[in-house]
């Protein structure tokens, strides 16, 4: 699996974007860059994902660098609800599925 | 729309008790995990089950069983439940072409957890 490199925590206002930035130098070329997040006492949930393209949806905006060795998960307009933990995963390499670091604790604030 | 259902929601055991947590998928996903999540960390992988009939160890499989009952559901044992086995559990599933996730473009779907306690 390729190696991740996130911020622990980052800090937003409510209402103003917020763009949470992940390094993943070693990615494969077949490596998709998957996004997920961890609401508060609930399991992950997906977010968004990516391979070489940026990509949109409603929750967010995946921007992929074109070296592919990083990639930036932006939410458009942060709410409270966005206050989780954001989990950047390229892979996808094998069958024993996808590898969770410990992610950044985003925090928004009022 | 149940998703990934997993039982109990709490448990509280003593060490050297037993249970099975379990979990149940109704999307049709060939491939199962289980992870486990200690406070502040990332989630580890327990086990898991590429297809029906079939199962592997992940990254921390000390302590525990696994069965795939059916291609529903996947089953997760502790013996003698250690206080070291204190976490959240979650269980996960995907459907992945072939039952291998070589560049999957499916998403991982969770279960809401199991918080276990061993006294």
């Known amino acids: 699996d390729a190696k991740t490199t996130q911020p622990n925590s980052m800090e937003s206002n409510e209402e103003e974007p917020v763009h949470l930035p992940c390094n993943h130098s070693?990615?494969?070329?077949?490596?998709?860059i998957h996004w997920y997040r961890q609401l508060p006492s609930q399991g992950p949930e997906y977010v968004i994902h990516?391979?070489?393209s940026n990509v949109n949806n409603r929750m967010a905006s995946l921007a992929i660098a074109e070296d592919r060795k990083s990639s930036t998960l932006i939410l458009h307009r942060a709410t409270l609800r966005d206050a989780a933990v954001y989990y950047c995963?390229?892979?996808?390499?094998?069958?024993?599925?996808?590898?969770f670091g410990k992610g950044t604790h985003l925090i928004i604030q009022p | 729309n149940a998703g990934v259902t997993q039982t109990p929601k709490f448990q509280v055991l003593k060490t050297g008790q037993s249970m099975t947590l379990q979990c149940a998928q109704d999307?049709?996903?060939?491939?199962m995990y289980w992870y486990r999540q200690d406070p502040g960390m990332g989630l580890r992988l327990i086990y898991y089950?590429?297809?029906?009939?079939?199962?592997d160890k992940g990254e921390v499989p000390n302590g525990y069983n696994v069965s795939r009952l059916n291609k529903r559901e996947f089953s997760l044992r502790l013996e003698s439940a250690a206080p070291s086995q204190t976490s959240v559990y979650f269980c996960?599933?995907?459907?992945?072409?072939?039952?291998?996730?070589?560049?999957?473009?499916?998403?991982?779907?969770f279960g809401s957890g199991t918080q276990l306690s061993v006294l």
């Open positions: 995963i390229p892979g996808g390499g094998g069958a024993d599925g996808l590898t």
């Open positions: 070693t990615i494969s070329g077949t490596d998709y």
């Open positions: 990516g391979l070489t």
């Open positions: 999307m049709n996903h060939n491939s």
């Open positions: 089950s590429a297809s029906e009939g079939t199962t």
């Open positions: 996960a599933s995907i459907q992945t072409p072939g039952g291998l996730i070589v560049a999957t473009n499916e998403k991982l779907f």
